[in-house]
């Protein structure tokens, strides 16, 4: 078994050199809708059943999920269309080839895709490394075909991993990895070969908290607002990155988008806010803050 401390170095963040981001941005935002398809019947069972509720089918949580496809992912382009975010999406691959209107409209507003796994119901737990090699592939491959590009971001299913999963991503060529929380700012992580660098998702700033805490939309877009109230005050000395993640059938739904749109208008409201994607802040962060970061820890990262 790996540990987290043999991937990254601890490093508090007030004592690193200043992260720099374009024109002088105190925040890197990133909205990262999760499109992610849900298998009817689960092929695998493993660790965890995909669909708790028995006896399977649970048509209560599959037909919840496929209206975030269906009809709250339209809802929602209309409010991020409004603000002019350029999204990252965690995309489960299987969607761009079952669902091509989805893949039509995300390509016309120039969205990212990293890979969310192939499907949100297939768990990476206890995957051998070949297993596990392979659907990252299958992965790649499904990506760069019906995209011409290559993926350029890794996070697992339904936040399911191994001990090998950052290895076997670094190896695909993938550049940033989004399986760790454990930052507001980008880091390294170290692999068997290749570079990854983690960006900061969060689990925190992310919708799905509606399904597990007695919450709603109106608090959860408060919950934004003060989120970016903090890192844009701290960004002042040392700039951080804030993830907004959000699944289409929970804040596309009729009596919740609103107060997204209320949140993004917010941030929208402030010049120094950098709206970007997971692989412009890896790609920044690689050509300007990786070689300082490193020098920090006396060439060890």
Known sequence: MIDPEQRFTYSPIIERPKL????????????VPNIEHYEYIPAEVRVRDPWPRQPHPDVLGYGGRDYGNRVGLWRMFEVL???????TVSLSLSVIEMYPEILEAMEARRWEYMSHGLYNTRYHWNYGE???????????????????????????????????????????????????????????????????????????INDALIYRQPLEAAE????????????YREGATQPRVMCIALHPYMMGAPHRVKHLDRALA?????????????????DWYIAHGLAPYRQHLGGEA
Request: charged share 25%; proline share 5%.
């Open 130 to 204: 070949d297993e596990e090699r392979a659907a990252i592939a299958r992965c790649c491959e499904i990506h760069e075909r019906l995209t011409g590009r290559k993926l350029r971001g890794w996070f697992s299913p339904a936040v399911s991993f191994t001990a090998n999963t950052p290895d076997l991503v670094a190896e695909a060529g993938i550049t940033y990895y989004c399986d760790f929380y454990h930052d507001d700012q980008p880091t390294p992580i170290r692999v068997r070969s290749g570079n990854l660098i983690s960006i900061p998702y969060s689990m925190d």
């Open 266 to 282: 917010y941030i929208r409201s402030h010049s120094d806010a950098w709206i970007t994607t997971g692989a412009e802040i890896a």
């Open 81 to 87: 269309d409004r603000h002019a975010i350029r999204c």
């Open 20 to 31: 720099a981001w374009p024109d002088n941005a105190r925040v890197a935002v990133w909205v």
């Open 220 to 231: 959860f877009a408060q919950m934004i607002i003060d989120h970016f109230d903090t890192v």
